[in-house]
């Protein structure tokens, strides 16, 4: 597609229930990358794929977080057990190649509300 | 880790007015400097992007000036219009896989 597409837009989680957030990268981008927005707030990072290769996952808040990208397309974010703490938006990021040099395309970002 | 801190958090100007907004940063390996623009409902938009071997970049009414030693940078936007209503944010990289943000300025151009 022409852009980063996300899904779903907004999810409304009650505590302790497990959620997927998808995010369908533009064709052919190598790198992904996952970023966490609390209101008001600027993006922090939370993980970063190459292709499949899920290469850094130190931004992850906690083990309750997990990324994949199986094929190296589509990646999905999923969080066990929501905690209010949890309600943000979720962006998600491609780049043909490499880091933040070769300029990121973000998309509109999921919002969640942990109720 | 890398620290960045943006000022004003809000700025107004009137329209056809020039806006300024300052960053700093605390790693001195910090080598990649963007700028970007969010609306409401929407994510970050890359504006304009500066490294670290050059001192000052423009591109039609937006230019980034960068100062490595004092290690703060600017975003300046000239001619504002009503469309430049937004809230902008820097970051800093330091060539690793991550972008370090700013908590954001909100500039609203008064028509």
């Known amino acids: 597609g022409a852009g980063v597409s996300q899904s779903p837009r907004y999810k409304v989680a009650k505590r302790g229930q497990d959620v997927a957030l998808r995010c369908d990268p533009i064709?052919?981008?190598?790198?992904l990358f996952w970023y966490q927005q609390a209101l008001g707030q600027g993006p922090e990072f939370l993980t970063y794929f190459q292709n499949e290769a899920q290469l850094d996952k130190s931004g992850l808040p906690s083990d309750r977080f997990f990324a994949e990208r199986p094929e190296g397309s589509v990646s999905t974010l999923k969080i066990q057990r929501t905690q209010q703490e949890d309600s943000a938006v979720y962006l998600c990021a491609s780049s043909v190649t490499g880091g933040p040099y070769y300029g990121y395309t973000f998309g509109s970002g999921t919002r969640l509300t942990v109720v | 880790g890398e620290n960045v801190e943006q000022h004003p958090s809000t700025l107004s100007v009137q329209e056809g007015d020039s806006a300024v907004i300052k960053c700093t940063y605390s790693?001195?390996?910090?080598?990649?400097f963007p700028w970007y623009k969010q609306e409401l409902g929407k994510g970050p938009q890359l504006i304009i992007d500066?490294?670290?071997?050059?001192g000052e970049k423009k591109d039609q009414r937006i230019a980034v000036t960068l100062n490595k030693t004092a290690k703060h940078f600017s975003l300046h936007i000239t001619e504002t219009q009503p469309e430049d209503s937004a809230v902008y944010f820097c970051a800093a990289s330091r060539g690793n896989n991550r972008l370090a943000f700013g908590k954001g300025n909100q500039v609203v151009v008064i028509p």
């Open positions: 064709s052919g981008h190598v790198s």
């Open positions: 500066i490294r670290s071997n050059v």
């Open positions: 790693d001195s390996a910090s080598n990649y």
